[in-house]
């Protein structure tokens, strides 16, 4: 499966996404508002993957729906993620421009039974004093999530910035 979310009716943020979608359900993740919006977003710097939508989550998110996830929904039973692109972005000062910022991952994945089976970090990091837009990278799943998995997890390093992920890619099984 490829969850590009470019079908995903777009709310505001603090709307989470709708589940299940694509067989998974999602904790703390919401659809961005871009509203009247017909071409790939652009948000403070960072140049999503695809076309129109992507994921958020952000400390408030967070604060409210929990530790970010990917949950295997009825009817199926398990999934392996493959890849997934994303980004961090900061909002400068109380104000609401936002940057591109340095952001540290960790990627948990877990069986059934809430027993952790894989586990990897990546990092983000936009060039110093960026021009123009700045491109997500891409968070290639070790072989150690090639395993039958029941939960994954995204938690963020350090300061929670917003968290961008678009094209989740993943193997999912009845």
């Known amino acids: ?27 703390a993740w919401n659809v961005p508002n871009t509203i009247g919006v017909t071409v790939p977003v652009r948000v403070g710097g960072l140049a999503t993957h695809s076309q129109l939508n992507q994921l958020i989550t952000t400390a408030d998110i967070q604060l409210t729906a929990g530790t970010p996830s990917f949950t295997v929904a009825s009817p199926y039973k398990i999934f392996s993620p493959l890849d997934f692109w994303f980004g961090c972005v900061a909002r400068l000062m109380q104000g609401t421009a936002m940057l591109a910022t340095q952001c540290t991952i960790t990627v948990s994945g877990f ?30 799943q070790p072989d150690s999530f090639h395993v039958p998995l029941y939960n994954v997890t995204i938690i963020q390093t350090g300061e929670i910035n917003s968290l961008w992920v678009d094209n989740l890619v993943y193997l999912i099984t009845k």
């Open 1 to 27: 499966m490829n969850a590009t979310y470019d079908d995903k009716t777009r709310g505001v943020v603090g709307v989470p996404i709708e589940n299940p979608y694509l067989g998974l359900n999602y904790q």
């Open 111 to 140: 069986a059934k039974g809430g027993q952790e089976v894989a586990t990897a970090s990546f990092t983000f990091t936009p060039p110093f004093n960026p021009i123009g837009q700045v491109p997500m990278i891409n968070a290639i």
